[in-house]
């Protein structure tokens, strides 16, 4: 079936605007997760939903960045008045109920000049 | 609260040589642990897990990690390394009361050389 898609795969944004990075999750996978990746780093965890329960935000940097997601199926991540330290792969996994191991996306590269 | 650490963020071996990368984790209760491999430009994909049951686990692309509890690590070898192994590999956790949060280390850049 098919795997887990971002979009778009790359955005450009002046510092200042708003950007919106969307994720389509597979298809009855209950729990998603977004990631940042900068360049020659780590990941670092941005939030997660499971099910209908209340979203983990504890790795948000800041109240810049805000997460919605749709039932069990697409989310959006947000990052309002963008900064150039923001430039980073945007990465997006879920994963099964009952299952642990995560499924990620191609990931969305933003840059911000 | 749990953690990653891996040890080594480059790691360079002759082909045909053994792999090893190196994890560790601190966890306060039994841990799901992961590894996943980035190869160039594309996205992350597991590599093997350990949830419960056999402490040795068998991954894809000849790879095996080994969970010792007692060393609170989960190691990732191969006796014989490939060029099409050069990679970037993530070691993560998931507490098992918690299936939700994960951890991942800072990564570990696998170099071939020929």
């Known amino acids: 079936g098919a795997g887990v898609s971002q979009s778009p795969s790359n955005k450009v944004t002046e510092k200042g605007k708003d950007v919106e990075l969307r994720c389509d999750p597979i298809?009855?996978?209950?729990?998603l997760y977004w990631y940042r990746q900068r360049l020659g780093q780590g990941l670092e965890f941005l939030i997660y939903?499971?099910?209908?329960?209340?979203?983990?935000k504890s790795g948000l940097p800041s109240d810049r960045f805000s997460a919605e997601r749709t039932g069990e199926s697409v989310s959006t991540l947000t990052i309002q008045r963008t900064q150039q330290e923001d430039s980073a792969v945007y990465l997006c996994?879920?994963?099964?109920?009952?299952?642990?191991?995560?499924?990620f996306g191609p990931g969305t590269r933003l840059t911000v000049t | 609260a749990q953690s990653v650490t891996q040890l080594g963020s480059h790691v360079s071996v002759s082909e045909g040589a053994l792999v090893l990368l190196r994890c560790n984790y601190s966890s306060s209760v039994p841990p799901y642990l992961f590894w996943y491999v980035q190869y160039p430009n594309q996205g992350l994909q597991l590599l093997l897990k350990y949830t419960t049951g056999a402490t040795l686990v068998k991954g894809i692309n000849g790879f095996e990690a080994e969970f010792k509890k007692s060393e609170t690590s989960f190691h990732l070898t191969k006796p014989s390394a490939h060029m099409s192994d050069a990679a970037e590999y993530f070691c993560a956790v998931i507490l098992n009361t918690n299936a939700g949060k994960s951890t991942f280390g800072d990564g570990t850049t696998l170099t071939v050389k020929p």
């Open positions: 298809s009855g996978h209950t729990a």
């Open positions: 996994a879920s994963s099964g109920q009952g299952y642990y191991e995560q499924y």
């Open positions: 939903f499971q099910g209908n329960s209340a979203p983990d």
